[in-house]
T-cell receptor, first 114, second 118 residues
Framework: DTGVSQDPRHKITKRGQNVTFRCDPI?????LYWYRQTLGQGPEFLTY????????KSRLLSDRFSAERPKGSFSTLEIQRTEQGDSAMYLC????????????FGQGTRLTVV | AQKITQTQPGMFVQEKEAVTLDCTYD???????LFWYKQPSSGEMIFLIY??????QNATEGRYSLNFQKARKSANLVISASQLGDSAMYFC???????????????FGKGMKLTVNP
């Protein structure tokens, strides 16, 4: 499968625990994005990388959230001290550089904080 | 200010009929791109069609076409000959700045649910 892969697909965690999600983009794509989607809403931008550089972060990305993309390949999104409000679908997408290129999305990681 | 507006919460269409999904947008940037994505119940966002702000012609991709009315700031998606598999959430999105030094993020609307009846 050469699409965007996310792991795990589902995660249930207790409030206050840390969680980490992984995203493997399409191999030749140098851009990688993280979005969050809550029920009944469209995806909201969190952050994006070009290669290993994190170039933009949303104000939604509080200091409990951190994202990395070492070596410009896969990326991880960590949430520390999870809160119930963090429950959402976390979507990863990747794209090529340049102009108006579409982003290809993974199937997402659904996080439930109990 | 809301940048992407999708006012139809849900629509129903008969199989094989055409359907139009509405999207209006707001931007002061002369260079932008408009995208439509489909999200079935499995959760994956599937790219459907793209329209650039400077494109002279409306975009088409198979059964999908985009009715781009720049002056009205609307980018409606037209699906011809609906199929049962078209039942899903549909999201309109915009990227500003033309990818040249501008933000790379996509801003999405709230989406609308399309149900195709047999």
């Amino acid at each position: 499968d050469t699409g965007v892969s996310q792991d795990p697909r589902h995660k249930i965690t207790k409030r206050g625990q840390n969680v980490t999600f992984r995203c493997d983009p399409i191999s030749e794509h140098n851009r990688l994005y993280w979005y969050r989607q809550t029920l009944g809403q469209g995806p909201e931008f969190l952050t994006y990388f070009q290669n290993e550089a994190q170039l933009e972060k949303s104000r939604l990305l509080s200091d409990r959230f951190s994202a990395e993309r070492p070596k410009g390949s896969f990326s991880t999104l960590e949430i520390q001290r999870t809160e119930q409000g963090d429950s959402a679908m976390y979507l990863c997408a990747s794209s090529l550089t340049g102009g108006h290129t579409e982003a290809f999305f993974g199937q997402g990681t659904r996080l439930t904080v109990v | 200010a809301q940048k992407i507006t999708q006012t139809q919460p849900g629509m129903f269409v008969q199989e094989k009929e055409a359907v139009t999904l509405d999207c209006t947008y707001d931007t002061s940037d002369p260079s932008y791109g408009l995208f439509w994505y489909k999200q079935p119940s499995s959760g994956e966002m599937i790219f459907l069609i793209y329209q650039g702000s400077y494109d002279q012609q409306n975009a088409t991709e198979g059964r999908y076409s985009l009715n781009f009315q720049k002056a009205r700031k609307s980018a409606n998606l037209v699906i011809s000959a609906s199929q049962l598999g078209d039942s899903a959430m549909y999201f309109c999105a915009m990227r500003e700045g033309g990818g040249q030094g501008g933000s790379e993020k996509l801003v999405f609307g709230k989406g609308m649910k399309l149900t195709v009846n047999p």
